[in-house]
């Protein structure tokens, strides 16, 4: 049996704000080791909307983790391929692809959904990039037409 702590909101809060990467080296990994034993319930909150200095330490967080313990925490983590320069894009799309298509996708998709809602190009763009990388294309998609304007969207831009 997994002994998970029984962190209350804020107490997990202020681990999550203790994985900014401005932080010292050993509050970092403090913080890493309090939250990584989280229930899978509380999992989404280590991607905090306010926080990109602690989004990397956060991915690799979820990685260690694992499927299904961090189901939760997937919506949040496909919003990070929203630019893939931000910390932790990057290893993210490492992680879905761990994950797998049949897992990865309705989250990239959603995020899809979303981008193409706002008519945001760039944002488009990068998911593009993350479902290149993925070797995800259209007929793994729900609704593939969405998929071709995510891919449109792309094309312009290059």
Known sequence: MTNYNDFDDDQIT?????LNWHLPQEIQNEAMEMLSHLPPEKVGMLLP????????NAVHLLKEMGY????????KLAGLLQDRNWPGALEAIQLFEELGTTIS?????????KAAEAHDGDWLEHLYFAVEQLGIDAHDFRNPVLYETMKKAAEVLD
């Open 14 to 18: 202020y681990y999550v704000y203790n």
């Open 49 to 56: 909307t306010y926080g990109k200095e602690c989004w990397e």
């Open 68 to 75: 299904p313990r961090n189901k939760e925490a997937l919506p």
């Open 105 to 113: 996708v309705p989250h990239i998709e959603k995020e899809c959904e």
